[in-house]
């Protein structure tokens, strides 16, 4: 082997319904390998205080009134304040309280995976990248002369890419595609508390923070393509590609900066 | 619709977008054989026989490759011209050199180009190390782009 350093450190995890993909490079083996066990731990454990699909998750317990926020694990009140910050910030269109219950399911992924990445650079690897279900936190570089990589899939031909992004020139890029195409149509309009009535099939968002890249493209996702396009032109920092029913492709003026 | 794509199909799915898209284009013919090809509809980009095909590729070497310039196509929103930088048979990058100005046409030509990346970058020539979407089920993964990525050596 040329450079051991250099090989990346792979690993798959089901979790949440969904496959969670880690692709971590550099730092020192075993420091790298202990981190990788505590991100994945910390996935699962995430899984269970905030599922909403368990009756004994903390969440729903907290529902339910039967613990308090200060009985709940500390990530509660973390995941919940940025659900608030996300709320205000979504001008509506993004909400934890569906039909009157709580419900930070549409935080809390995006949240995990990029909690997940910052533990392996914190242990030392330079350069992590982890998809979760399709969701992507990406920090630092996997090689010296090379940028991290991500395809957007094409919704409308399937094994197909609608771009590729590359995330040269920052130490953190996340991508965050809501769509309807693989679990149907799982965005619900907060206003109506239905399926979200959307000319969109996919919105695919570009911020350096996934807790939040993941917020906006459901948000932009239930607005459609104009008013949702609108939306994310005026959010600093976030870029956007939009795919419409009508196989239109819109997207955010400083896009292109990151196509690779 | 059926949720099966194995990344053959994926490669066939983008070479049959790439005819449409390079013929809309009309590319001076002969300047590149691979894309003289792909101009004919008859054969998919030579990207997947690329000799720089590798993981790790530079970006850089993007600026090194042959440059073809698109005839300028007019569209509902004004004149627009696409240059492709062609490197050892593979579109390496996808540019608008010129758009037309003013509010809400440049938002639909800056569109066009992430159309035409789409076009130009078969999954498994695109150099990619995840991909984003839709969010898919435990059984939707194992047939997904991303699980192919997580089975790579490199």
């Known amino acids: 082997m040329a450079d051991p350093a250099a090989a990346p450190l792979r690993h798959v995890e089901e979790v949440m319904g969904t496959v969670f993909s880690f692709d971590v490079r550099g730092g020192e083996p075993a420091a790298v390998r202990a981190a990788l066990g505590e991100a994945v731990a910390g996935l699962h454990r995430a899984d269970e205080v905030f599922s909403t699909f368990r009756a004994d998750s903390q969440i729903s317990r907290l529902a339910r009134g039967e613990l308090t926020v200060g009985q709940c694990a500390p990530e509660v009140a973390e995941v919940l304040e940025l659900a608030a910050e996300a709320e205000r910030a979504g001008e509506g269109w993004f909400s934890t309280a569906y039909g009157g219950r709580l419900d930070p399911t549409g935080i809390v992924k995006g949240w995990a995976v990029e909690r997940a990445a910052r533990r392996l650079a914190a242990a030392g690897a330079r350069g992590v990248s982890v998809n979760g279900g399709g969701d992507v936190q990406l920090l630092g570089t996997p090689g010296a002369r090379r940028p991290w990589r991500v395809g957007v899939s094409d919704p409308l031909r399937p094994g197909g890419l609608a771009a590729v992004l590359s995330a040269a020139g920052t130490a953190e890029l996340a991508v965050a595609t809501s769509g309807s195409t693989e679990r149907g149509a799982h965005v619900v309009d907060p206003r109506t508390g239905r399926p979200a009535v959307t000319d969109l099939v996919a919105v695919t968002v570009v911020a350096p923070r996934l807790t939040w890249a993941d917020c906006w493209a459901t948000a932009a996702f239930a607005r459609g393509s104009q008013d949702g396009l609108r939306w994310l032109e005026s959010l600093a920092g976030v870029e956007a590609l939009l795919i419409t029913a009508g196989d239109e492709v819109r997207c955010t003026d400083g896009l292109a900066s990151w196509l690779g | ?154």
Request: hydrophobic residues 40%; aromatic residues 2%; positive net charge.
């Open chain 2, 1 to 154: 619709m059926k949720r099966s794509h194995p990344v053959r199909r994926a490669v066939l799915a983008g070479a049959a977008t790439v005819s449409g898209i390079v013929l809309l284009l009309s590319l001076k013919p002969g300047t590149d054989p691979g894309a003289a090809a792909a101009a004919g509809g008859a054969a998919p980009p030579a990207a997947a026989r690329s000799p720089q095909g590798g993981r790790d590729t530079p970006g850089a070497d993007a600026g090194a490759g042959t440059v073809l310039l698109g005839d300028e196509v007019r569209t509902p929103y004004g004149p627009v011209r696409v240059r492709l930088t062609v490197s050892g048979g593979r579109i390496t990058k996808a540019e608008t050199v010129r758009a037309p100005g003013g509010g809400r046409s440049d938002q639909v030509t800056a569109a066009a180009v992430p159309r035409l990346n789409q076009a130009v970058l078969s999954a498994q020539s695109a150099d990619i190390d995840a991909v984003s979407g839709a969010t898919y089920t435990s059984a939707g993964y194992r047939e997904s782009l991303q699980s192919a990525l997580d089975r790579a050596d490199g």
